[in-house]
């Protein structure tokens, strides 16, 4: 059974910055791909940001680039989401999702087998 952990959520001022992890229990992390999403009220989950099981290939959101940045620690069974500069548009609960196996990372929920519970995130202007 794979379980995903987030932590980091909380409520910040605009402009602020927010370092989310998502630990992943289980023995083969290195070998899963991983994203970050998210999801506001009343609109549909969305990609935020992925990573390849290696950590070499990582995709961003056009309205997070330049300003978040995902990374993973194989070694501790983590994926991080540095999130700087944050809008009040940010606002949303994030999710980390995991999937065994790939090449790369996804866009698309459906590719993802595995998700945490999720950590809400605030923006305040």
């Known amino acids: 059974q794979v379980q995903l952990v987030e932590s980091g959520g909380g409520l910040v001022q605009a402009g602020g910055s927010l370092r989310l992890s998502c630990e992943v229990s289980?023995?083969?992390?290195?070998?899963?791909?991983m994203g970050w999403f998210r999801q506001a009220p009343g609109k549909e989950r969305e990609f935020v940001a992925g990573?390849?099981?290696?950590?070499?290939?990582?995709g961003y959101a056009d309205s997070v680039k330049g300003r978040f940045t995902i990374s993973r620690d194989n070694a501790k069974n983590t994926v991080y989401l540095q999130m700087n500069s944050l809008k009040p548009e940010d606002t949303a609960v994030y999710y980390c999702?995991?999937?065994?196996?790939?090449?790369?990372?996804?866009?698309?929920?459906?590719?993802?087998?595995?998700w945490g519970q999720g950590t809400q995130v605030t923006v305040s202007s």
């Open positions: 999702a995991a999937r065994m196996g790939g090449t790369y990372y996804y866009i698309q929920p459906r590719m993802y087998g595995y």
């Open positions: 289980g023995r083969t992390f290195s070998t899963y791909s």
């Open positions: 990573v390849s099981w290696s950590g070499e290939t990582r």
